[in-house]
């Protein structure tokens, strides 16, 4: 998922970030990004390495595995969207600063009402602790970034991601850039031909780009279903850490 670091490939981007311009470019292979949170332009960046997490090749931990099991983190979706961007906007000890400023974080939450994108919530008691966003198309997830105010929020996110994913019949998880957190999860990167040829097979449900063009749900044949682990959900809408890891426990 996107971090500070330089990418190759930068150009300005148009204003407004609408929803079509921005499914648009994802199918492609290209992201925005901005050079601060107080930045007035964002760029437009196609790494030439691409971050992965290999769905089948998910690394759980001994000691994550028992956190997860444990319900250590009240796990929901979209229950906190514009909370968890915000979050992930927000300069920390470790993070200063961050490349989602507020037409990035706009252009999201837009994203969000109209279906496309989703995030994932880690709660202790009523307290938002950490999580993640991204944005869904056909068969490809796109990790935008990643946050954490308790020990293994993030990695616990992650790993509900990667089982919802499983679960719905994605094939792809986008990652950006590689970092060495998500390395220690079993994130890969390839080159940039390889990364676009899994793109390829990721987006082949979406037929028409009528219903990207208009804003619509993508409701195409085969794409996947981000919802599909919400059958496991309690009364309050959070999905068990056995759940979870029942899913992951087979590929790590």
Not at 43 to 68: C, K, M, N, Q, T
């Amino acid at each position: 998922m996107a971090n500070d670091r330089a990418a190759p490939d930068l150009t300005v981007a148009p204003d407004p970030l609408d929803p079509a311009l921005l499914l648009g470019a994802y199918s492609v292979g290209v992201f925005p990004m901005a050079d601060s949170r107080g930045a007035d332009s964002i760029y437009w960046v196609e790494p030439r390495r691409r971050a992965i997490l290999p769905l089948d090749g998910f690394h759980l931990a001994r000691s994550l595995r028992r956190v997860i099991a444990a319900d250590r983190f009240r796990v929901t979706v979209d229950r906190a969207f514009a909370q968890i961007i915000a979050l992930c906007a927000e300069s920390a000890d470790d993070r200063p600063d961050t490349w989602i400023n507020p037409a990035i974080e706009q252009a999201f939450v837009r994203l969000h009402a109209l279906g496309h994108a989703h995030s994932v919530e880690c709660w202790d008691g009523e307290q938002l602790v950490g999580g993640l966003y991204g944005l869904a198309l056909g068969r490809a997830f796109f990790g935008e970034s990643m946050v954490s105010r308790a020990p293994n929020a993030s990695k616990v996110a992650i790993a509900a991601l990667v089982a919802r994913l499983k679960a719905g019949g994605f094939t792809l998880l986008d990652c950006q850039f590689m970092t060495a957190h998500l390395a220690s999860l079993g994130a890969q990167e390839i080159d940039r031909a390889d990364y676009m040829a899994l793109l390829g097979a990721a987006l082949s449900s979406i037929g028409s780009s009528a219903a990207a063009s208009s804003g619509a749900v993508d409701v195409a044949a085969g794409a996947g279903d981000f919802f599909a682990l919400d059958a496991a959900a309690g009364a309050d809408g959070a999905v068990s850490g056995k759940a979870i890891v029942q899913l992951l426990v087979h590929t790590s």
